[in-house]
């Protein structure tokens, strides 16, 4: 199990944040990755209101496809959620494992199509995102040292208003891709 703690922004100016973190952090690397949403027949997880508060998910890397488990823990009614358990594990073959699915009556519910660059900047990961449909957005995932999730959430926030983004905490995204993804399609 890994303890993740995150901040997600939308932004507009995504070519002036890009070169802000260029000018602190090393570029780890840049790739395009798809994410396949499931869900079982018996429990949508996208269907809880006002937010899901677990998905599950094929991601597909250059280098590698994983299979992974997120569960948010003390979720809030806003969203926001302490930290999130994610289970993982590297799979070989994508479409063994989608026919696995298909008999066990998962259904593939959403598809997330998006070129990420990974950033290292000393105890902060940033993941600055391009998603088709979507536009552009910055993480910052605690990766340092961090006493707790309170201190590792405050350090995130730090560093995104240190780069020029204002009113973190009030901009800050508390779903996921495939939340956004819906919301959109009704609009």
């Not at 002036?16 to 499931?38: F, P």
């Not at 590297?90 to 998006?114: A, N, Q």
Request: proline share 3%; glycine share 4%; charged share 40%.
């Amino acid at each position: 199990m890994n303890i993740e703690v995150e901040i997600k922004v939308k932004i507009d100016n995504f070519e002036e944040i890009k070169e802000k973190v260029s000018k602190i952090g090393k570029l780890v690397k840049s790739i395009k990755q798809i994410d396949d949403y499931y869900v079982p027949a018996h429990r949508d997880f996208f269907a809880r209101k006002p937010h899901p508060i677990e998905w599950l998910r094929i991601r597909t890397n250059p280098d590698k496809i994983v299979w992974e488990y997120t569960k948010s823990i003390n979720q809030k009614e806003d969203g926001d959620y302490d930290y999130a358990e994610e289970y993982e594990t590297e799979i070989k073959d994508k479409s063994e494992l989608e026919k696995i699915l298909g008999f066990l009556d998962f259904k593939k519910s959403v598809t997330i199509d998006k070129y990420r660059e990974y950033w290292m900047c000393d105890g902060i990961e940033v993941a600055l995102d391009n998603v088709t449909e979507l536009g552009y957005f910055i993480e910052a995932e605690a990766k340092g040292d961090f006493k707790d999730e309170k201190e590792a959430k405050e350090e995130c926030i730090k560093f995104l208003e240190n780069l020029g983004i204002t009113d973190v905490e009030n901009k800050r995204i508390k779903t996921g891709y495939p939340e956004l993804f819906f919301e959109n399609q009704k609009e």
